[in-house]
């Protein structure tokens, strides 16, 4: 192994040692750092998931096409042969009988429908964008209701406009407090490894004079600071995850009341490995910031 | 292999600690500088391990103008020189093989050479069986031995020992001169501030004395 493979390693071993020494302290810090990553680790999942929820929730992302009450076969050709050429995502017909089936299915339906002289309703399209970016979904709407012998687009765009705007909000916030526990996240390290390098200023001095470089002496340092901030990150993942478990049921139970079927997704192996990558690249910046103020101070 | 030349030292606070001190060294010789508290001593050697620049002049060491040297480069510097500081600059967080050890993963020797070299130090100052202790828990004289075994575990070409005898009775001031003669015998080029005059009577160095700053005799 190289000399400077071997300075590596010692520098992780004592950063480990310098944890393992001091149990309570480095678990209050762990905490504090696992906390300030999950909070907006969670956000950002409950915010991913509610846009998943608007995928699965019936009829949220569709656009249904009515046609008038005398469009005929050709009619309904033209407007197949039509959205096979503009290839908008997934449609289906719908016949007017079949729709007029559907209904009388329907709860407390049945009986009207047998009071009706004849089928009021119109054949119809549902189309299921690929696109369901509300500007998109706008777009095709207005597309559609140009055609010929169609009566009615429904898009419950002010719904879907709504939400999107919800969920802007809700990612502006989430980046604004990930911002400010970052932030925190660095004072924290910057704070320990400060007490560290004052308690270590025998010890620093000696190496300087003997010929350690800077890299010698901050190196231990750094690999204290992403260390913590890597552990911190797999803490902040386990509380995510566990709360995520938590609230898997009543959630599930939630999107059936609203006739969708959607199951609550956590966090990937990427994900974790993102929140210790992050956490990781905090502790380092946190460390390399008090490392250049403080060994400078110590001459 | 040293060289000074017109080397002056003025601190910010007015403190003339050097005036025009010149001289020059070679390879393995042994030279006591002598002089009374506050002769600049102590000022010199840090200016030739490259602590302090001076104010003028030049110092020159294996060829290397200190001077001329970047921040960066010092650190390397120093690793050709052995430091035996007059408060040793022990670390008593940690134990005698660990003192000695700090200079070997300074330059990264794995491990196990690095424990075989630092025993090996040990032992040539009589501390092996020391080897776990605090350095706390040694006399002054061993503490001074321990000072000595981590300036030379690194094998370095010049050893620059500022009073090293101060505070230390007349067998363990003793018993520091022999182990320094036997690094001189191997080829060491030593540098030793001291006014132990039972030193310089029985050693026959070459003396270079300083007063007040300047540099007023030089014999052999």
């Known amino acids: 192994m190289s000399r400077y493979l071997a300075q590596h390693l010692a520098a992780l071993q004592g950063a480990l040692r310098r944890i393992a020494s001091t149990p309570l302290s480095s678990l209050l810090s762990l905490l504090v750092i696992g906390v300030a990553l999950a909070l907006p680790s969670a956000g950002w999942l409950i915010i991913d998931n509610l846009g998943a929820v608007t995928g699965s929730a019936s009829g949220v992302q569709q656009i249904s096409v009515f046609m008038t009450i005398d469009a005929g076969k050709k009619d309904i050709g033209e407007i197949e042969s039509r959205l096979a050429a503009a290839k ?28 009706l002289p004849r089928n009021p309703l119109p054949d119809a399209f549902v189309v299921e964008p690929t696109d369901t970016e509300p500007q998109a979904m706008e777009r095709l709407a207005k597309t559609f209701s140009g055609w010929p012998k169609v009566a009615h687009v429904q898009l419950d765009s002010a719904w879907i406009k709504r939400f999107d705007a919800f969920l802007r909000i809700g990612k502006l916030a989430v980046t604004m407090l990930a911002s400010l526990l970052a932030g925190a996240l660095v004072t924290v390290t910057f704070n320990t490894i400060r007490l560290q390098i004052l308690a270590q200023a025998a010890e620093i001095e000696v190496a300087k004079l003997i010929g350690a470089t800077d890299a010698f002496i901050s190196r231990p340092f750094h690999y204290f600071g992403a260390l913590q901030g890597a552990l911190g990150g797999l803490f902040a993942a386990l509380l995510v995850v566990l709360g995520g478990h938590l609230l898997a049921a009543p959630v599930d139970e939630l999107i059936a009341l609203y006739g969708g079927s959607f199951a609550l997704h956590g966090l990937s192996a990427a994900n974790v490995g993102a929140l210790a990558a992050i956490g990781a690249a905090l502790g380092w910046l946190g460390a390399q910031l008090s490392v250049a103020i403080h060994l400078r101070r110590l001459g | 292999m040293i060289s000074a030349t017109a080397v002056s030292k003025r601190y910010p606070e007015g403190l003339q600690a050097l005036s025009d001190v010149s001289f020059e060294i070679d390879a393995g010789e042994m030279v006591f500088f002598t002089g009374h508290s506050g002769a600049g001593k102590s000022t010199l050697f840090r200016l030739l391990a490259a602590i302090e620049r001076p104010t003028s002049g030049s110092i020159v060491v294996n060829g290397k103008n200190l001077a001329a040297l970047s921040k960066s480069a010092i650190p390397y510097l120093r690793r050709n020189f052995g430091l035996i500081f007059q408060d040793q600059k022990l670390l008593f967080d940690r134990s005698v093989l ?39 828990a040694l006399s002054g004289g061993e503490q001074q031995r321990l000072a000595i075994a981590r300036a030379v575990v690194n094998r370095p070409a010049i050893l620059l020992a500022d009073e090293p005898a101060a505070n230390l009775d007349a067998e363990s001031a003793g018993a520091i001169l022999e182990i320094f003669r036997a690094f001189h015998q191997v080829g060491v080029t030593l540098l030793i501030a001291t006014h132990n005059p039972q030193w310089m009577a029985s050693a026959s160095p070459r003396v270079l004395q300083l007063e007040r700053g300047h540099l007023v005799g030089d014999a052999a």
């Open chain 1, 88 to 115: 908008p995502g997934n449609w289906r017909f719908v016949a007017r009988d079949e729709a007029l089936k559907q209904l009388q299915a329907s709860e407390g339906m049945a009986e009207i429908v047998a009071s």
């Open chain 2, 98 to 136: 660990d003192n000695v050890l700090l200079p070997l993963a300074i330059v990264g020797l794995p491990a196990r050479e690095a424990a075989r070299r630092a025993r090996a130090a040990l032992d040539k100052v009589g501390l092996l069986d020391r080897e776990k202790a605090n350095p706390i």
